[in-house]
């Protein structure tokens, strides 16, 4: 069973006001739910790194990012996907339980 909806009544400022006026009367609501569970994912991933003992800071991000961001620039896209399907294979099947998962390739 569906739980009851409720209702929230904010203020934004006017460049979310725009976003959210230009998602429509009935889209707006799908838009900031959708916002705030990927900002509670967010949350929780850093929650199970702290648990973990992995300090995330602002700086390690940007870092982490950077050289994402590198090696996706020099592998050809084929191969940056494929690599990144057996990462999320792996977090799938560690989340399951299961640790037979294909591991990713060295950078």
């Known amino acids: ?22 998602q429509g009367n009935r889209m707006a609501s799908a838009y900031v739910t959708e916002s705030v569970r990927r900002r509670r994912r967010v949350e929780q991933h850093k929650e199970l790194l702290l648990a973990a003992g992995i300090h995330a800071t602002d700086q390690g991000v940007a870092e982490a990012r950077a050289r994402r961001l590198g090696v996706e620039a020099e592998w050809p896209s084929e191969r940056f996907e494929a ?25």
Do not use: H, W, Y
């Open 83 to 107: 690599e990144r399907a057996k990462i999320r294979a792996a977090m799938e099947a560690e989340m399951n339980g299961d640790d037979t998962a294909p591991r990713a390739d060295p950078a």
């Open 1 to 22: 069973m569906t739980e009851p909806q409720r209702r929230f009544t904010i203020s934004v400022p006017p460049d979310v006001s725009q976003i959210l006026e230009s």
